[in-house]
């Protein structure tokens, strides 16, 4: 089940008028000034699936939270497995009319009546409304459990305890069993593990029920009585494949060879962390000897904080990579250009604008560029150069060459300062080249890949 498109109303700095962004492509960035809005799309979500009941009355545009003012947020779902379409609360409202491939919509609204916050769910199949599909909202939240659906919600946190803290589901525990799950599942210490826990579980169950937990149930039942003419059974909650996963302790060896908690470290240090076990997950889900399972959901404010320009080149990658492998939609907001990829995916660029009290979002629709072009090898080109040159600034080592000479400098100078990675190839970032143009003094800034 994946993301097609995302619709918003009344919530924050959006109004009665929609917005709506497309998510087709596995990524969006969202950009704009400040305070119209970015952060308001990925806050939408993350009460879209974390399945909470009541949203604070400050997130209701305008401060007006009753059901004519109701907050809407609808997902348009696609690419739905036979697993998705299964499931209780999709099955009878799977609809393609006029569509090339089937689709679920939901759409949670959110108010306040008679000072108490409510929620409702509604599936929109053809047209007609459906309120709490399948009767029960929880069947409706089933289907976005970590197990089902993983959502990383990662804020422009400035303590990286935010991020790491095992003491609840952070981003770094998320991705560590996310990675750790995948690898476990088939090895026979899970296997036996499991069988052990389900014999554990049959001491509980009526037909095989251990006699101490018998005796128990017939102690508390009795106490019961005396009060109230019921009786007590115990159900035992059981461990799930997640709980059973370690919970990761993250410490920082710095190049003094002294541990040390990460929150002590530099802010860049402490952001580039996330990104870190990101990546990792990126080369892992794009594997071939792997299967993809069900999609991930990232959503990040800001990757940029703290970056370093050549950390930034390089967490932009791990961001479309995750986007590029099919097992995770990234939404992040930005304000670095660093994040703007428009030769590689032109429908993720969302401006947002904030006109008076209410942000409208506009987005690309279609393809400007057909992929292999030549307007997109020229666009490619442009996006690769910085006409600035003020990279070079932050440049460890800056390669200068002239005229026509590059072609065959750049080879020598890369091998000089031991930069390849492989045959034929660099090291991306490493050397920051500079191209002295024969004409007038303007510096370009060239990337190898």
Not at 211 to 221: F, G, R, T, Y
Not at 350 to 379: C, H, M, N, W, Y
Request: charged share 25%; with cysteine; aromatic share 8%.
């Amino acid at each position: 089940m994946k993301i097609k498109t995302i619709e918003i109303k009344n919530f924050k700095a959006f109004g009665s008028n929609k917005v709506t962004i497309d998510l087709s492509d596995n990524i969006v960035t969202l950009i704009g000034s400040n305070n119209c809005g970015k952060t308001s799309v990925l806050e939408a979500l993350n009460y879209f699936f974390s399945g909470v009941k009541t949203i604070p009355q400050e997130f209701f545009h305008n401060n007006l939270f009753d059901q004519n003012n109701a907050i809407e947020i609808s997902i348009v779902f696609n690419t739905l497995t036979t697993d998705d379409k299964a499931h209780q609360a999709v099955l009878p409202y799977i609809s393609n009319e006029g569509q090339s491939e089937e689709e679920w919509v939901l759409k949670k609204q959110y108010y306040y009546e008679s000072g108490k916050g409510k929620a409702i769910y509604t599936a929109i199949k053809d047209g007609s409304e459906n309120i709490n599909p399948s009767g029960l909202t929880p069947n409706v939240d089933d289907i976005f459990t970590d197990e089902k659906m993983q959502k990383i919600y990662l804020t422009a946190v400035k303590d990286v305890a935010d991020v790491i803290d095992p003491k609840k589901k952070s981003p770094l525990t998320q991705v560590f069993q996310m990675l750790l799950s995948a690898e476990l599942e088939g090895t026979d210490q899970h296997r036996d593990l499991m069988l052990a826990l389900q014999n554990y579980a049959a001491m509980f169950d009526p037909l095989s029920k251990h006699a101490k937990v018998k005796e128990i149930e017939d102690l508390i039942s009795e106490k019961i009585r005396r009060i109230i003419p019921v009786s007590g059974v115990i159900d035992a909650q059981m461990l799930d494949d997640t709980s059973i996963l370690p919970t990761p302790i993250l410490q920082i060896i710095d190049t003094a060879s002294v541990v040390t908690k990460p929150e002590f470290q530099g802010h860049g240090v402490q952001r580039s962390i996330i990104f870190a076990l990101l990546e990792l997950y990126a080369e892992t889900i794009s594997s071939p000897t792997k299967t993809l399972g069900v999609t991930n959901i990232l959503l990040i404010e800001e990757p940029e904080m703290y970056m370093h320009p050549h950390m930034q080149d390089r967490v932009a990658d791990v961001l479309y990579s995750l986007a590029n492998s099919g097992a995770v939609q990234v939404v992040c907001t930005t304000h670095s250009p660093k994040f703007i990829r428009m030769f590689e995916k032109q429908k993720s660029l969302v401006r947002l604008v904030k006109k008076g009290d209410e942000s409208s979002a506009q987005q690309i629709t279609s393809e400007l560029f057909p992929v292999g072009s030549e307007d997109q090898k020229r666009l490619r080109a442009v996006m690769n150069f910085d006409l600035g040159a003020r990279e070079c600034f932050f440049a460890d080592r800056v390669v200068l060459v002239e005229g026509e000479t590059e072609a065959i400098s750049i080879p020598f100078a890369a091998e000089l300062m031991g930069v390849f990675v492989g045959p034929g190839r660099y090291e991306k970032n490493e050397v920051q080249l500079l191209l002295i143009a024969k004409v007038g003094i303007v510096f370009l800034h060239f990337k190898l890949y």
